[in-house]
């Protein structure tokens, strides 16, 4: 805060030598903004607005495994810059994450050894947006069944059960085309989404507070189908989002587009809420304040 009391001691001794001629002071930074105004005789109003520019630049993904270069590639198509984040305190520099598909195994492994899930877990808590597919929805759910022994770490946060292996093995992989009315609402284009099952996962019950986004036809003679003819494949919580599928590994943008969009809604709505504080001192005298011009 010590650049923040320099700003302040900046204003103050503007005001002193402006014997109040101007009623409105700002002083902007990459980090924060001071907004003071005077009016006679005695009334100070002050309003300091913390950001985080750099933070808000970027979206992370989570590079231990699996397809974190396409997502960074997909990101790029839209003009948003993708890095690769590879230990706890990278998460400090974004203000968004994509946990990629994978090897789910490996991977948590991989966050394990590198001592990620307690920050992982952090990121998700404090409602930052995580989008994860195919793996990385594994991560994200609070359940999993289907693991191999012993199971696996997961990071949780979005109320669902999910099975770990629900379409099959390596060659049971499969593309179709999904019905999105939710993502077409938002972002235009087909009816349908191309998705690319790879050794996928789905959902198989959530709670209340989990928005249902896509589902995917099960066939009748399988073995783990549940009682209705389908099966949940993109969800959405708060600030969780998560796919079943490999948005990344098609040429079709419309899910990542979906994810920036609502990271911007998250941010805003956690900006007009932000802590930011006003002070004042003295009585506000009667009248219209003036134009100022701003430093």
Known sequence: MG??????DQVCRQVLDQVISWTRIMVHTRSFSVYLTLSPPFSLSLSLSLTNHAAAMTVGVLALQGSF?????ALRRLGVQGIEIRKAEQLLTVSS????GGESTTMAKLAEYHNLFPALREFVKTGKPVWGTCAGLIFLADRAVGQKEGGQEL???LDCTVHRNFFGSQIQSFEADISVPQLTSKEGGAETFRGVFIRAPAVLDVGPGVEVLAHYPVPSNKEDALPETQVIVAVKQRNLL????????TADTRWHSYFMKMTKEIEQGASSSSS???VSVGETSVGAEQAKPDL
């Open 155 to 157: 990071v949780g946060g």
């Open 3 to 8: 650049s923040v009391c320099q700003v302040l």
């Open 97 to 100: 994450l994509i946990i990629p």
């Open 242 to 249: 998560a796919t079943a599928f490999h948005p990344e590994l």
């Open 276 to 278: 930011s504080s006003v």
């Open 69 to 73: 270069n396409e997502h960074i590639a």
